[in-house]
């Protein structure tokens, strides 16, 4: 199967015709100079549901639509896109923290992870997925990362992480928290997708909210990436 037919067909089946992917990330080259980041998040309950994005500088952080109804803030308020000097940070909880404080301290990525587990979220087990792009001279390097339960005995966590080379504009590779619905929701399996990424941030921005299911999503975000500049802009669609 052709690269665009392959990216189409993960786009219709596992983000337009499926009711629940959860959270996702998607990090993509829309052009020769223009890298994207690409994040959202879904909720079937109230608490879930009672979020929205908000951007500040580089970062984007979720925060509860009306306080009051907020139940549990620890694993649905968190930064979302964080930045240092030629990275740029995405992920489904507050691990981008932890990842932007390892990088500050000259560790890596699985440095970070390698303290955090799958989310407590019994008998979900959210996955926790990450991404990042490291930008060095004019070159892009991306590294995706998932820590799920795992299946014999959840009490642990497995950690794979994917370096995937993306040379051509157009394309992108992503990850989302689940494979569809469920009760419980099983977690995301298999390699990470590849997906279409092409056109202007309000494009894809456009393109990815109207994928997915007008019930259950909530915010999405796009960061569109200079590498020539170092520079970013940022997207971002609110339900409420």
């Not at 908000?54 to 306080?67: C, K, N, Q, S, Y």
């Not at 303290?115 to 792009?133: A, C, L, V, W, Y």
């Not at 995706?144 to 370096?163: C, E, G, Q």
């Amino acid at each position: 199967m052709k690269a665009d037919e392959s990216a189409e067909l993960n786009f219709t089946r596992h983000l337009m015709q499926n009711p629940y992917p959860g959270r996702g990330l998607v990090l993509g080259r829309s052009g020769e100079d223009s890298w994207v980041i690409i994040y959202w998040i879904m909720g079937r309950s109230t608490n879930s549901r009672n979020r929205r994005f908000v951007v500040e500088g580089g970062v984007v952080r979720t925060e509860p639509v009306d306080a009051s109804l907020v139940a549990d803030p620890s694993l649905i308020i968190y930064e979302a896109m964080l930045e240092l000097p030629g990275i740029y940070l995405v992920s489904n909880g507050d691990q981008t923290r932890t990842i932007y404080e390892s990088l500050q301290n000259g560790g890596t990525l699985e440095d970070a992870l390698a303290k955090r587990e799958r989310e407590p979220d019994t008998p979900n087990f959210t996955p926790r997925i990450s991404g990042m792009f490291s930008v060095k001279d004019s070159s892009v390097s991306t590294v995706l990362s998932i820590l799920k339960a795992n299946p014999i005995d959840p009490s642990f966590t497995d950690r794979y992480t994917y370096r995937p080379a993306m040379p051509q504009a157009g394309y992108a590779v992503g990850l989302t928290t689940y494979s569809g619905d469920g009760d419980p929701l099983p977690s995301f399996s298999g390699e990470p997708l590849l997906l279409p990424c092409e056109g202007t941030p309000e494009k894809i921005l456009d393109q990815y909210w109207n994928a997915l299911n007008a019930d259950n999503r909530v915010s999405l975000a796009v960061k569109e990436i200079s590498v020539r500049e170092q520079r970013s802009k940022l997207l971002i669609k609110n339900r409420f």
